[in-house]
């Protein structure tokens, strides 16, 4: 996996004010570090993922909100990850090798095992509000777009990382919120742009906030890698 050498935050992103105060989102990321720290360190362990990443996530998808999105909603939950291609990347996880002994064990905790063809069950509205198993899968949905794979295993060129071979995480944002194949997936696949402020500026705006939430000055990355540091590196 590509290492992480982005600047946070990036100057020329601003979390909008709209998402609250500075203040108000270092007290939720917090809260997030505070009630999920056991399985935050598990999902950063085996995924390699840092914990600021995936708590930035957690902070813009759902604020820490374990039900947010609505029980009719497909992609319910910590991470919003859409339960309708759940079982399609978990598959290919299985497929590629990539699922380590402890994701295997506690995705089976849930009666999430794979048969040997490698097939699993197909993933429930209940699982998306389990934070455990939501946090979970939501870090291997992640480990695939760092690696630079989309829709369960593809990958048609490196996309995840810049000339440097430094992540772009704002290109994962984009896919991640907007998916694989529509305009702004496309637009964060094909490495047009090259700076995330660039990136942002190009796609739709509600991905544009979202880049700006995770990477922004006062956005999540900014206060996880500063105010609330410490914490971090005690659960990691």
Known sequence: MATFSLLIPQTDLVSPISWGSRASIVNMVDKIIYNYSKILKIASDNSKIPIPVLVSFIAVESGGNATAGGSGSETQGL????????????????????????EKKILSQYNINFDKFGKTRIITQSDLVKPELNILIGSILLGQYLDSY????????????????????????????????????KKARLNNYATPSLLAKNVNPITRSYIAKILGINGAMDVATKELAEKIQKIS
């Open 79 to 102: 991470m919003q990850w859409n339960r309708k291609y759940a079982q399609n990347f978990l598959e290919a996880e299985f497929k590629m090798n990539r699922l380590t002994p402890e």
């Open 150 to 185: 989309f829709d369960g295993g593809k990958k048609s060129n490196v996309w995840a990382v810049d000339d440097n071979n430094s992540i772009r995480i704002d290109r994962i944002i984009a896919v991640y919120n907007s998916g694989a194949y529509g305009d702004t997936g």
